[in-house]
């Protein structure tokens, strides 16, 4: 994923700077709606239920917001498709989709842990364009927008120049289905908690994103992720000047669950560190069949 990716996929997509200013603005309107219901329902939730795995959530408000950005998003543009969480497909995702993520770190707002988001993008043929995240929290609204790049509350944002992983900050994340699959991230939280001067585990995708977009973190990994936990940060990452790949290939996969984004110095050095891990022994963690209790 090259730093034009999401100009060049506007470009392909046919869309004017007026049809991307107009759709930014949508993106911004339905990414605000929804962290609005999520800041009113913030320590009044009236449901929450198990959707599979332990610590795979969803709530009142997931299911509020969602309903209200879409509609919203169909009244608005009607002729783009849409892929939301809780809802599923809308319309032809072959085309220009929207995917919206209405509550990011569900898991964190159902605690009272202020790091959650809602998350909007717009994607084409599987390739981010543009996107919204607004963590109301937080006081954070963030956006990237073709030809014109990332910000946070209006002001220009870009990522870290750190070229060094002893000296970056990196944040990462644990998929629904760790305790079913060796492949489950402990082994490279570890590997690189020894090799940098932090790994961080925030629990929303969209933000750890923005967060390497603003250079407050200088790199971030994680697998099994879903294209709308990916769809909005990535548009922010890439237009603030960050790498983006899947590190397993070194190539970038919206339907792989897996991601890459650092500081471009930090690139070629965190894939090879990834690439060197190998899982941990089920014993130094309990056996998933014994140990059952979610995050």
């Not at 949508?26 to 599979?52: D, P, Q, T, V």
Request: aromatic residues 8%.
């Amino acid at each position: 994923m090259n730093s034009l990716l999401c100009e060049n996929a506007s470009e392909e997509a046919g869309l004017t700077s007026s049809d991307i200013k107009e759709l930014s603005a949508i993106c911004k309107e339905a990414a605000s709606m929804g962290s609005m219901i999520l800041k009113n329902n913030f320590g009044n939730i009236s449901k929450i239920k198990h959707k599979g795995s332990g610590g795979d959530l969803v709530t009142n408000a997931d299911l509020e917001a969602e309903s209200a950005i879409i509609n919203y998003l169909r009244k608005e543009s009607p002729e783009i498709a849409i892929l939301a969480e809780e809802t599923g497909s809308i319309g032809n995702n072959d085309s220009l989709t929207w995917c919206i993520d209405p509550l990011d770190g569900t898991t964190n707002f159902a605690h009272g842990f202020p790091f959650f988001a809602t998350s909007i993008g717009l994607i084409w043929r599987k390739i981010p364009i543009l996107g919204s995240i607004s963590a109301p929290a937080l006081g954070e609204n963030y956006c990237g927008i073709p030809r014109k790049g990332s910000f946070c509350n209006g002001e220009r944002i870009y990522s870290s120049n750190t070229k060094s992983l002893q000296e970056s900050l990196l944040v990462t994340g644990f998929a629904y289905d760790r305790q079913k699959v060796k492949d489950n991230n402990y082994a490279e939280f570890c590997w690189l908690t020894h090799r940098t001067h932090g790994v961080r585990r925030a629990g929303a995708a969209s933000l750890d994103l923005a967060y390497v977009a603003s250079g407050k973190i200088d790199g971030y990994w994680e697998r099994g992720l879903s294209p709308w936990d990916l769809a909005g940060g990535l548009p922010i990452a890439e237009l603030a000047g960050c790498e983006i790949s899947d590190y397993k290939t070194g190539e970038f996969d919206l339907n792989s669950g897996r991601v890459l984004a650092c500081a471009p110095g930090l690139k070629e050095s965190l894939l090879n560190e990834l690439k060197k891990v190998q899982p941990l022994p089920e014993a130094t963690y309990g056996s998933s069949q014994i140990d059952s209790i979610g995050s």
